[in-house]
T-cell receptor
Framework: DQQVKQNSPSLSVQEGRISILNCDYTNSMFDYFLWYKKYPAEGPTFLISISSIKDKNEDGRFTVFLNKSAKHLSLHIVPSQPGDSAVYFCAASSTSSGTYKYIFGTGTRLKVLA | EAQVTQNPRYLITVTGKKLTVTCSQNMNHEYMSWYRQDPGLGLRQIYYSMNVEVTDKGDVPEGYKVSRKEKRNFPLILESPSPNQTSLYFC????????????FGNGTRLTVT
């Protein structure tokens, strides 16, 4: 039972354009969400997070949007750069359920074309 | 530099030969966790620890053991490795589980023949 889903295994975007990565979740108890970026031969690195009390969080070129009613979050990268080419994972956790884990999606491979 | 350190980075072993993957963090984090990454399956949690001497199973704990005798160290033990444990393993730590991000090590690629 995949509680966090990234339905697009890959995405290609032209340099300078917007990249939009999507993530859906099924557990309504999730209230904290994160995005990670992973380069080959490295561990995932934290990008940006959002709490369920907000619907948007920005950090430089990266913005995460949360739609609680649709159980959907998205990561926008504007403008996209070749160095953004990596695998992106979304993750979710529930701070109130008493379970101490982050559930990860299966990842989306972003390729930014120069 | 704040970091999570895993060793070794690469390991090839044979079925049944006990092995340990070490993990150490220098951020005084209370929460530590092990994940495995497999194609098409994302990152799946093996075990986690909320603090010293407190460990619990994640989603895929079968065939693994862990211990947390010190705050900074969280080794992953495979008592009798099997080929289906061939995977990429990541250790991670967090200051406050659920409201602060996980910091990951660089991974250990394990091959069991």
């Amino acid at each position: 039972d995949q509680q966090v889903k990234q339905n697009s295994p890959s995405l290609s975007v032209q340099e300078g354009r917007i990249s939009i990565l999507n993530c859906d979740y099924t557990n309504s108890m999730f209230d904290y969400f994160l995005w990670y970026k992973k380069y080959p031969a490295e561990g995932p690195t934290f990008l940006i997070s959002i709490s369920s009390i907000k619907d948007k969080n920005e950090d430089g070129r990266f913005t995460v949007f949360l739609n609680k009613s649709a159980k959907h979050l998205s990561l926008h990268i504007v403008p996209s750069q070749p160095g953004d080419s990596a695998v992106y994972f979304c993750a979710a956790s529930s701070t109130s359920s008493g379970t101490y884990k982050y559930i990860f999606g299966t990842g989306t491979r972003l390729k930014v074309l120069a | 530099e704040a970091q999570v350190t895993q060793n070794p980075r690469y390991l090839i072993t044979v079925t049944g030969k006990k092995l340990t993957v070490t993990c150490s963090q220098n951020m005084n984090h209370e929460y530590m966790s092990w994940y495995r990454q497999d194609p098409g399956l994302g990152l799946r949690q093996i075990y986690y620890s909320m603090n010293v001497e407190v460990t619990d199973k994640g989603d895929v704990p079968e065939g693994y053991k862990v211990s947390r005798k010190e705050k900074r160290n969280f080794p992953l033990i495979l008592e009798s490795p099997s080929p289906n444990q061939t995977s990429l393993y990541f250790c991670a730590s967090s200051f406050l589980m659920g409201i602060s991000p996980l910091h990951f090590g660089n991974g250990t690629r394990l091959t069991v023949t």
